[in-house]
């Protein structure tokens, strides 16, 4: 199961962005769905996760706060919505159809650039 992710873009500190993980194929509203990102010279890394059942979300302790993750059933996609971007954010970000990074299948990242 692979997904796309978009929305990314260049933002200055403080700025917000939301980015959308969609799947053509399939019905997302079935799935646990993760955000991952990687930043440059840096180990891919998770970033929140939703479930697929009781709507309970992770988030790592770096965006705790600051990145909410939800589902529009009915468009079909994942949101991850991101505010108070600082530049340690910049990253390529991923969407899966997992929590886990060793089980995911890779789509299209979307570039998320912070800087002044």
């Known amino acids: 199961v692979q997904l796309q992710a978009s929305g990314g873009g260049s933002v200055q500190p403080g700025g917000s962005l939301r980015l959308s993980c969609a799947a053509s194929r399939f019905t997302l509203d079935y799935y646990v769905i993760g955000w991952f990102r990687q930043a440059p010279g840096k180990e891919r890394e998770g970033v929140s996760c939703?479930?697929?059942?009781?709507?309970?979300?992770y988030y790592a302790d770096s965006v705790k706060g600051r990145f909410t993750t939800s589902r529009d059933n009915a468009k079909n996609t994942v949101y991850l919505q991101m505010n108070s971007l600082k530049p340690e954010d910049t990253a390529l970000y991923y969407c899966?159809?997992?929590?886990?990074?060793?089980?995911?299948?890779w789509g299209q990242g979307t570039e998320v650039t912070v800087s002044s």
């Open positions: 939703i479930s697929s059942n009781d709507g309970s979300i």
């Open positions: 899966a159809a997992t929590c886990n990074a060793d089980d995911a299948s």
